[in-house]
């Protein structure tokens, strides 16, 4: 069955430094992959999707690489913010008009 | 505000009650999804609509949940003789084309 694994459960880093958070993904091959913030209590909010002929994807101060090889998709922050706490979501297209989320990385930027 | 609103925010029930919630969706999206999120998961698919057909339901929803869109804008999930393994979020979401845009979110907490 497809799985999708994002590499660890909560990550600290320190204000000013480069956030690289991780999606995994097995069983599968999506046409494309997503990148949703959740805040406490509340919806996640669409942040960016990277299609599968796609190797990379930026805007403002994130990128998403997607490596179909490897079955992996880096999301990175860049001179990170403590605003930019949250979880952070991974979620594949299951080419049926679903999506399907991985359990989040809760990303905490030390000031 | 023209995003995905839903109803009520918090919901506190009694074992063996029936609830139900409402999604209104972004007016010009055709899809309408719902998901339940318990904590320290990612969200997890329920059912979806696409107009006012509902296209697919998750194994997780037991006989006793039931989704309804019947105009094709808003819709409403009933759960039947809550559970407290009901307990959780349950998250509303609407699309045009691959990206989903959520709601706040509907609180349950079974007692």
């Known amino acids: 069955s497809q799985k999708i694994e994002q590499n660890s459960e909560a990550l600290n880093i320190q204000e000013g430094k480069t956030a690289t958070l991780t999606c995994n993904y097995t069983?599968?091959?999506?046409?494309?992959l997503q990148w949703y913030r959740q805040d406490p209590g509340r919806g996640p909010v669409f942040l960016l999707l990277?299609?599968?002929?796609?190797k990379e994807k930026r805007k403002e101060r994130l990128k998403v690489t997607f490596d179909t090889t490897l079955k992996q998709s880096l999301f990175h922050i860049t001179a990170s913010q403590p605003a930019d706490s949250a979880t952070y979501l991974c979620?594949?297209?299951?080419?049926?008009?679903?999506?399907?989320f991985g359990k989040g990385t809760r990303l905490h930027i030390l000031p | 505000d023209t995003g995905v609103s839903q109803n009520p925010r918090h919901k506190i029930t009694k074992r063996g009650q029936n609830v139900t919630f409402r999604c209104d969706p972004i007016?010009?999206?055709?899809?309408l999804y719902w998901y339940r999120q318990t904590l320290g998961q990612g969200p997890e698919f329920l059912t979806y609509?696409?107009?006012?057909?509902?296209?697919?339901k998750s194994r997780l929803l037991s006989d006793r949940f039931s989704a309804e869109r019947p105009k094709g804008s808003f819709s409403t999930l009933e759960i039947q003789r809550t559970e407290q393994g009901d307990s959780a979020m349950y998250l509303c979401?609407?699309?045009?084309?691959?990206?989903?845009?959520f709601g706040p979110g509907t609180r349950l907490t079974v007692l």
């Open positions: 979620a594949l297209d299951s080419r049926d008009d679903k999506i399907i």
């Open positions: 979401a609407s699309s045009q084309l691959d990206t989903q845009y």
């Open positions: 069983n599968y091959s999506p046409a494309y």
């Open positions: 990277i299609r599968e002929n796609e």
């Open positions: 007016s010009e999206h055709n899809r």
């Open positions: 609509f696409q107009n006012e057909a509902q296209l697919e």
